[in-house]
């Protein structure tokens, strides 16, 4: 395992809620990442970890692979990928997202 692959594998089981995104929570650098994080505000998660894969790109390229999945942001909850903001927005709007979130809000 390469020491990207290790460092995400570090964060994803060592966090309740994570999301890889593009920018920061308070300052998301593209659409899709400020998507995802005003889903998991509005599911009521006010504390989670995040990554900006653009300030490293071994983290931005190793979670595609990480994940076998080919886009920014990705969502991790207890370890398990939950998917991209696309995903995101269907699973709340049906209540899956907040029973996956369960008590992490």
């Not at 998660?45 to 071994?58: A, I, M, S």
Request: contains cysteine; charged residues 25%; aromatic residues 10%.
């Amino acid at each position: 395992m390469s020491d990207a692959q290790q460092r995400i594998d570090d964060l994803v089981k060592n966090n309740h809620v994570v999301l890889f995104m593009k920018g920061t929570a308070q300052f998301p650098m593209c659409g899709f990442s400020g998507r995802a994080v005003q889903v998991l505000k509005a599911c009521g998660v006010d504390e989670f970890k995040t990554f900006n894969v653009l300030e490293d790109e071994e983290v931005r390229q190793g979670i595609k692979d990480y994940s076998q999945w080919p886009t920014i942001p990705q969502l991790y909850v207890d370890g398990e990928f939950v998917g991209g903001s696309d995903i995101m927005m269907e699973m709340y709007q049906s209540g899956e997202l907040q029973q996956v979130l369960g008590n992490k809000a």
